[in-house]
């Protein structure tokens, strides 16, 4: 009965920010390493970013340095992926997920509870 939200997706122009939010319910996230991945019309889910427990650790996917970056709050127990600077290419349907260790992994096979996902989209 743990679910994952994610919040804070929306429409924004390119060179914009936007802030995700993720929360849990029924349980928590913490001692969990927390993932975002992303998903695009037509291609697959590809990873974006992770967050170790406690959350001394981030990464990344190479293609988003220096504008996403992954943060958590454990006293709110909440994840957050904050994304600079974007551009068409980033429109996707964006989820997080637990996963069940607490180190940072870009394998989404490492991830067992998943969000509903939040819409992100930056027009051309």
């Known amino acids: 009965q743990l679910q994952l939200v994610e919040s804070g997706g929306g429409l924004v122009q390119p060179g914009g920010s936007l802030r995700l939010s993720c929360a849990a319910s029924?349980?928590?996230?913490?001692?969990?390493?927390v993932g975002w991945f992303r998903q695009a019309p037509g291609k697959e889910r590809e990873f974006v970013g992770s967050?170790?427990?406690?959350?001394?650790?981030?990464y990344v996917k190479a293609s988003v340095k220096g504008r996403f970056t992954v943060s958590r709050d454990n006293i709110m127990d909440m994840v957050y992926l904050q994304m600079n600077s974007l551009a068409p290419e980033d429109t996707a349907v964006y989820y997080c997920a637990r996963s069940q260790y607490e180190t940072v992994s870009d394998s989404s096979s490492d991830y067992i509870v998943w969000g509903q996902g939040t819409q992100v989209t930056v027009p051309v």
């Open positions: 967050i170790s427990w406690p959350g001394r650790k981030t």
């Open positions: 029924g349980r928590t996230l913490s001692h969990a390493a």
